[in-house]
T-cell receptor, first 114, second 110 residues
């Protein structure tokens, strides 16, 4: 059973545009929501993360928007660059989990064209 | 210095063989994990170890067994390999910080 639903599966954006990836969850026991970025041949790397008591978090060109009532969160990449082309995963962690056991979305392959 | 390192990077083997993948982390983390990434890029947790104790074991065939000789190492042993085991296997670790992944081992079973 997939607990974190991610969309779209793939995304093509022109250089300088805004990339938006959405995730939705059903389990209200999740307490931590990270986004991971994965380049071909590499492992996923933490990009940015948010906790449910915050509605937005920004780090450089990357912003997470979090809507607790709708149980949705999204990643916005402003001024998208070809170097941002990668697969992006949203994830969620259960409250009280002593470790960072994460449930991942199915990923979004982002292609930024010049 | 590589924080989470896995060996080998590529592993090609025949059905029925037994193989191992090694993982080491130098981050001082307490918990280590194995994730499987299939051909559609879906990441699924297989195991996690905390202080040498298995604390998660998802619906993984018992042909897969994690071995942790110490806090810094978590190896994955796979017996009687099947075609469906072909995937990329990622080791990861966490402490007070979120998951930190290795660069994966691409396993191909022929």
């Amino acid at each position: 059973q997939q607990q974190v639903k991610q969309s779209p599966q793939s995304l093509i954006v022109q250089k300088g545009g805004i990339s938006i990836i959405n995730c939705a969850y059903e389990n209200t026991a999740f307490d931590y929501f990270p986004w991971y970025q994965q380049f071909p041949g590499k492992g996923p790397a933490l990009l940015i993360a948010i906790r449910p008591d915050v509605s937005e978090k920004k780090e450089g060109r990357f912003t997470i928007s979090f809507n607790k009532s709708a149980k949705q969160f999204s990643l916005h990449i402003m001024d998208s660059q070809p170097g941002d082309s990668a697969t992006y995963f949203c994830a969620a962690r259960l409250t009280g989990a002593g470790s960072y056991q994460l449930t991942f979305g199915k990923g979004t392959k982002l292609s930024v064209i010049p | 210095d590589t924080a989470v390192s896995q060996t080998p990077k590529y592993l090609v083997t025949q059905m029925g063989n037994d193989k191992s993948i090694k993982c080491e982390q130098n981050l001082g983390h307490d918990t280590m994990y194995w994730y499987k990434q299939d051909s559609k890029k879906f990441l699924k947790i297989m195991f996690s170890y905390n202080n040498k104790e298995l604390i998660i074991n998802e619906t993984v065939p018992n042909r897969f067994s994690p071995k942790s000789p110490d806090k810094a190492h978590l190896n994955l042993h796979i017996n009687s390999l099947e075609l469906g085991d072909s995937a990329v296997y990622f080791c990861a670790s966490s402490g007070n910080s979120p998951l930190h992944f290795g660069n994966g081992t691409r396993l191909t079973v022929t």
